[in-house]
């Protein structure tokens, strides 16, 4: 079956550092979406990208969609500890249901 | 709008009992996924639906069911509870448009605990 994997598992940065999560999926995707979850919340939307190469950006966080719709990124610039949770990256599997990412944790010191 | 509302947010059973959690999704929201999500295993799939049928199931044993009634409402059961089924239990509804879900909202979860 579709696998989505994250690097890195864990992510330790400075504040006003920046930080970077990549997907990569063993399959092409037809689109992806990540998510966000705050330690003892529930995963919140953040984006979906549908087209081969695209770009979004949401202030200080930027999210890519590759050439070949294998694999995505999200950037966050100057992180801030509002920024501190688990990011998913998740693509469509078989219908509309969705496999998410295994999560990168980012943890922000002040 | 409301945002997608699960009950109970807590749960202690027993091994061997079941248990029913239920989910109410954003208006106007058809389609209701369930997920369970554990530290070991992050996010899985459950099952989900769409107006009243289910589309898609993931790898569970048949122990998990679940439905949805003609407001969009969705429940899901577990029977014969195992230690192995305390987890977070996720729902999430989604709209869908161009054949695809348009992002999915979570609630906040049923915590279920198995003792």
């Known amino acids: 079956g579709q696998q989505v994997m994250q690097i890195p598992q864990y992510q330790h940065v400075q504040e006003g550092e920046d930080f970077t999560t990549y997907c990569n999926s063993s399959t092409t995707l037809s689109n992806i979406q990540w998510y966000k979850q705050r330690p003892g919340g529930h995963p919140v939307f953040l984006i979906q990208l549908v087209k081969s190469g695209e770009v979004k950006k949401q202030k200080r966080l930027t999210f890519q969609f590759g050439e070949a719709k294998k694999n995505s990124s999200l950037h966050i610039t100057a992180t801030q500890t509002t920024d501190v949770g688990t990011y998913f990256c998740?693509?469509?599997?078989?219908?509309?249901?969705?496999?998410f990412g295994p999560g990168t944790r980012l943890s922000v010191l002040p | 709008k409301a945002g997608v509302t699960q009950t109970p947010r807590y749960l202690i059973k027993t091994r061997g009992q079941q248990v029913t959690l239920s989910c109410s999704p954003i208006s106007g929201h058809r389609s209701v996924s369930w997920y369970q999500q554990t530290p070991g295993q992050g996010l899985q799939f459950l099952f989900e639906y769409f107006s009243e049928t289910q589309r898609n199931k993931g790898n569970f044993p048949g122990r998990f069911s679940g439905r949805q009634f003609s407001n969009s409402r969705s429940e899901m059961n577990v029977s014969t509870l195992e230690l192995g089924d305390s987890a977070l239990y996720l729902c999430?509804?989604?709209?869908?448009?161009?054949?695809?879900?348009?992002?999915?909202?979570f609630g906040q979860g049923t915590r279920l605990t198995v003792v």
């Open positions: 999430a509804s989604s709209l869908v448009g161009q054949g695809r879900s348009l992002g999915a909202f």
């Open positions: 998740a693509g469509p599997n078989y219908g509309q249901n969705f496999v």
